[in-house]
């Protein structure tokens, strides 16, 4: 991989929670609980798959009871969903990935463990949904597996609307995936993470390998602009 360990780290800063947006509607406890029922209804047989396509990958957070190699037709990853928090700031927003409609999408089929669908349910959804004008990202899918067809839960970019992105040039995805950093870490480490995971399980996403390789080079020029900045500064000084 062209992003390496040491590549992120040039792009972590501390920064401090911001306070809600504005125009959004958090979650309460109840709602939480109403959209897991919903959804739990909706549960084939007993049994929730989720399908993880990035962070779910290596931090799933809940126990596993199987595992399967899946395909999503007609989904892709897409980085289309703009972070003025969690990964970014509002003055310099990030990109969460989501699946966006057209072209195939090679993931995992996580089987949660236990009966208690709608508690494992509202787990995840406390994770992925934040606030009331994402809920509509939440949705089931098919999926292909060597088992057959199974139905499972994922996320998705939803409508197009304020804070949705897509179909930006993998140039401008880089240039922001780049710079962006919340208090929950780097878009840069997000990807990495993502890549890295992917590739391990045998998975080739060709265009986010080709996104790594543009951040690692955007990260590089931009860091070699601060170091020729600072030298020309210090010299200015002792001039």
């Given at each position: 991989m062209s992003l390496t360990p040491e590549l992120v780290a040039m792009c972590e800063r501390e920064e401090p929670e911001p306070a809600p947006e504005e125009g959004c509607?958090?979650?309460s406890?109840?709602?939480?609980?109403?959209?897991?029922?919903?959804?739990s209804n909706d549960c084939v047989d007993g049994d929730l798959w989720i399908f993880a396509y990035g962070s779910l990958i290596w931090k799933p957070?809940?126990?596993?009871?199987?595992?399967?190699?899946?395909?999503?037709?007609?989904?892709?990853?897409?980085?289309?969903?703009e972070l003025p928090t969690w990964r970014g700031t509002p003055e310099q927003p990030g990109l969460m990935m989501a699946l966006e409609r057209g072209g195939r999408c090679d993931g995992f089929l996580f089987k949660v463990a236990g009966n208690d669908c709608k508690n494992s349910i509202e787990r995840l959804l406390r994770r992925e949904v934040w606030d009331?004008?994402?809920?509509?990202?939440?949705?089931?899918?098919?999926?292909?597996?060597?088992r057959g067809p199974i139905r499972a839960l994922s996320f998705w970019v939803g409508?197009?609307?304020?804070?949705?992105?897509?179909?930006?040039?993998?140039?401008?995805?880089?240039?922001?995936?780049a710079r962006a950093c919340g208090y929950a870490g780097?878009?840069?480490?997000?990807?990495?993470?993502?890549?890295?995971?992917?590739?391990?399980?045998?998975?080739?996403?060709?265009?986010?390998?080709?996104?790594?390789?543009?951040?690692a080079k955007?990260?590089?020029?931009?860091?070699?602009?601060?170091?020729?900045?600072?030298?020309?500064?210090?010299?200015?000084?002792m001039d």
């Open positions: 509607t958090p979650l406890d109840r709602d939480y609980s109403d959209l897991a029922v919903r959804l957070e809940f126990e596993i009871a199987d595992r399967l190699r899946a395909a999503a037709f007609g989904w892709h990853r897409s980085f289309c969903l009331q004008e994402s809920v509509y990202t939440t949705r089931w899918i098919k999926t292909l597996t060597e409508p197009v609307g304020e804070g949705v992105a897509l179909r930006q040039p993998l140039e401008r995805v880089a240039w922001i995936l780097s878009c840069a480490e997000y990807l990495y993470n993502t890549v890295f995971h992917l590739e391990n399980s045998g998975i080739h996403d060709s265009k986010l390998w080709r996104l790594q390789q543009l951040v955007e990260i590089r020029l931009l860091h070699q602009q601060h170091g020729a900045a600072n030298r020309a500064s210090r010299r200015t000084v």
